[in-house]
C-alpha cells in the first residue's frame, strides 16, 4: 500500500506513515478494526472507499472517459499486485 488506503477497516501498517493513526477516532470503533470492517468479504473492490488523494482525484477527473478497466487500475493502483489480473483484461481491450 502507500498514500491512499481504504476505509471502514482497520488500517495496514504498509501504509505510509501509519503513525498518524494513533489517536484516530475510528482506531476506537470495533466495527472498523477487523479485516474487512463495514464491507461484507464478497462485496469487491469496486464497493471500497478510499481515502481522498490523487488516485480518487484522477478517478473523479476521468470517470466518464474512460472504460472501468482503466479507471479501476489507476484508481487502484496503490493495491496493484491484487488488483492487475481482475482489470488488465479490460483495459488491454480498450
Known amino acids: 500500500m ?18 498518524f493513526f ?10 472498523y478494526q477487523t479485516e474487512t470492517g463495514v464491507y461484507e468479504a464478497s ?8 481515502s481522498w488523494g490523487h488516485e480518487e482525484y484522477i478517478y473523479s477527473v476521468v470517470k466518464d472517459g474512460l472504460p472501468g478497466g482503466a479507471l479501476s487500475m489507476h484508481r487502484f493502483h496503490t493495491f496493484y499486485e ?3 489480473a481482475r482489470y488488465l483484461p479490460q483495459t488491454l481491450r480498450f
Not at 494513533?22 to 470495533?30: A, R, T
Open 2 to 19: 502507500g498514500d491512499t488506503y481504504p476505509v471502514g477497516c482497520r488500517y495496514s501498517d504498509k501504509v505510509v506513515f501509519p503513525e
Open 43 to 50: 462485496e469487491g473492490p469496486d464497493s471500497v472507499h478510499l
Open 22 to 31: 494513533e489517536g484516530h477516532p475510528d482506531l476506537f470503533n470495533v466495527r
Open 82 to 84: 491484487d488488483m492487475i
